[in-house]
């Protein structure tokens, strides 16, 4: 690979190799580590997950429709006991630092909970593609999941139609849904993904992607980790926050990269960042 090929791509001081990793970002709009965690640490996220959406769901403002039956719920650091392990695992930083930069930001933390009976939703990205990426075809932030669950077919897999990162038609509702009339496109395109507990991946949220039918009595759990660069502003959309104890307790390195507020109390967050094109679902 040859790295300069990508603005502001730079394999300077890296933990490890994640040439291949930038390579597929790039063309593909996605890419994965299989195995980064342990079984027992992807169970110990969906016993918390679980507990955190007990809990929002509960509450107004708390789960945020995404769809029939899926359900969008941001949290706190602190209320996933391996927050720093994933936040600090090197392919995470080597990948975040290769392509937005040392200066990159920890801006959301969330998860998606696809529940039985959850229908395909509409094609989408997650947001309007931003002014550098049409510029100069530069990614500036990243979404990095965990699944809780080893993903099988009637379980309501991601799917994703690789090299849709860089589709910008005018066509595109309010910049994120393309119309029908381009679906068969992805379809041509989509794949399937069918992680299991312990692997991480890492895509940009522009690639055109959808969750799909959740035909099993199971929910399919999967963590969201927003990462922005210096250009990006996602994270306007979201509202961490660390108390003090729990801010003073990690690594500076990780201390760096964290924004958000350092309060006393934290406050359940109510989420800010509605996509009201999957409200409805699609088929």
């Not at 600090?88 to 920890?106: E, F, K, M, Q």
């Not at 009637?154 to 679906?183: L, N, R």
């Not at 055109?208 to 996602?234: F, Y």
């Amino acid at each position: 690979m040859t790295t300069h090929a990508y603005p502001g791509i730079s394999m300077h001081r890296l933990d490890i190799d994640v040439s291949a990793d930038v390579e597929a970002l790039y063309s593909d709009g996605i890419t994965a580590r299989k195995g980064a965690f342990t079984k027992e640490w992807a169970d110990q996220l969906r016993e918390d997950v679980d507990a955190a959406f007990t809990d929002a769901y509960a509450r107004p403002g708390g789960a945020v429709g995404r769809g029939p039956n899926r359900y969008y719920v941001e949290i706190h650091p602190e209320q996933i006991r391996g927050f720093v392990e994933l936040v600090d695992h090197p392919w995470v930083r080597s990948l975040c630092t290769a392509v937005l930069g040392p200066d990159y930001r920890i801006v959301e933390l969330g998860f998606d909970v696809p529940l039985e009976g959850a229908v395909n939703q509409p094609w989408h990205r997650d947001f309007p593609m931003p002014e550098e990426t049409r510029r100069e075809r530069r990614l500036t932030s990243l979404a990095i999941n965990a699944t809780t669950v080893d993903t099988a077919e009637d379980m309501g897999p991601f799917e994703i139609a690789p090299g849709t990162q860089w589709d910008d038609s005018p066509e595109f509702e309010h910049g994120m849904f393309p119309p029908k009339s381009h679906y068969d496109r992805y379809l041509e395109r989509a794949v399937r993904k069918y992680p299991r507990r312990g692997d991480i991946s890492a895509r940009t949220a522009l690639t055109v992607h959808r969750g799909t039918k959740n035909e099993s009595a199971m929910s399919r759990p999967v963590l969201v980790l927003g990462i922005d660069g210096p250009q990006a502003s996602n994270g306007d959309r979201h509202d961490t926050a660390v108390t003090r104890a729990f801010w003073n307790s990690l690594p500076e390195r990780v201390r760096r990269h964290l924004d958000c507020p350092v309060v006393d109390e934290l406050v359940p967050v109510s989420q800010k960042h509605t996509i009201e094109g999957l409200v409805m679902g699609d088929v």
